[in-house]
């Protein structure tokens, strides 16, 4: 099985998104996605110098107080 392209796969999302949805609903979905910005790379460096049982417990922390609906 050989790679396929970007376009290929563009065009294979795009049919998928027609077919699962419709043609009315695919352009409404692809009307209302947005791809975001800003630097994943840097923000995942600042993210991941956090200490993990730092973040767990803020989690945790913030469960307690807000119970899930």
């Not at 795009?14 to 790379?41: C, H, M, Q």
């Amino acid at each position: 099985m050989s790679a396929r392209t970007l376009h290929q796969i563009q065009q294979e999302g795009l049919n998928v998104l027609v077919e699962k949805l419709g043609p009315d609903d695919a352009i409404r979905f692809l009307r209302i996605y947005e791809p975001g910005s800003g630097d994943w790379t840097q923000d995942r460096k600042k993210i991941l110098k956090n200490d993990p049982d730092k973040i767990i417990k803020s989690i945790m922390a913030r469960r307690k107080k807000v119970p899930a609906p």
